[in-house]
């Protein structure tokens, strides 16, 4: 069961990097006044990829086995059923970003 | 039957030093933790979907930092500087992946210094969460029960505090038991002063929750005697819990989960509350 310890620095000092600067994108995105839709959509985007990095790489979902990930991925299933119901409110409120 | 018990008791303190595997081969303690993250994920899911629906509703009252720009509406949230405070997070789940690593590598002193550096971080976080706050309800006279935008605020990013908080101190306990030496299952720290702490500890929790705090109302009379009496009270209980662990490299890992947890909420918090 025990494995050999591997020197992962380099991973995470990348994938600092890659958080410090989608977070600098994220915020300069808000300070140029973009549209509002097309920005709606970017910055979440961007939140879901920095979260994935820090599950993936800083939570080691990527070195670990497969059933942590099943348990990671579990609330995901709720997330969509909680986005589906609030898709609907999306559809009879229209004047917000659609 | 007594004699087959008594066997089984001792083959396993025999083997008490090889941790605690499920049949996936992935360590208890691990498993559970991502368990709990589970739940926890959920709980902050729900509060997600109610600020986004409430969001939706409100439509273009909302005040937002687009308005601000154009000065519409005056956006009383300070974006750059919750931004710098994302920074000190993420420089701390760097530094937290660090204190895992230095364990996994069985180097203790690294991953205690590591470990401190995480706290100081942490500590900065909610620092500049406190003053954030303040300046919020002094000067911007923000309150739960103004409007749907101080509620929502509040409570997000006061349940994602209390996190931060509770982080901070699980690592703080976690560094001390490592810094008190190796970690040990047959080690009996059993500090007469440690003792008398804890039962000082409950004496103030139960003191506030019946006494003084009584008469204030809402959310301080819960929060003042967990804070004041039941947190110090958890956390020296901690440290003897951590000194009685095994495997420093998995107690340091999951401990390492909890914090990058409270980071990746974070990430998604600031774009949902601060930037949309």
Redesign the interface.
Known sequence: MEHAPVNHTKTYITIFIALAVLTLIEVGMTMVGMPKTPMVILLIALALVKAGLVAVYFMHLKYDSGFLSVIAYAPLAVASILILMLSLEWAFQPHWIF | MSEIALHNTHSEEHHAEA?V??S???PMG??FM??F??QD??MF?GF??AY??V???A??LWPG??NH??GIEHYPLD??LT?IN??VL??S??T???AV?AA??KNIKKTIMWLLVTVVGGSIFLGVQYGEYSHLILKDHMGMGNSLFDATFFSLTGFHGIHVFSGVLYLLALTIALWMGPLDKHKKDNYWFINLFRLVCLGVTVFLFIGPTKTWPGLPHVLIPLVAGAAPYIFVRGISWFRKRQDTAEVV?IA??YW??V??IW??L???VY??
Do not use: N
Request: include cysteine.
């Open positions: 941790p595997y499920t996936t081969g992935t691990k498993v991502w368990l993250l589970c994920a959920l899911m997600f979907a986004i629906s969001r939706i509703g439509g273009d930092p687009e720009a154009h974006i750059p931004a994302t920074f993420i420089c789940s760097v937290m992946v660090m690593q996994t590598f890992e390492g989960l990058h947890f980071d990746l990430i998604i600031f774009t949902l930037l949309i």
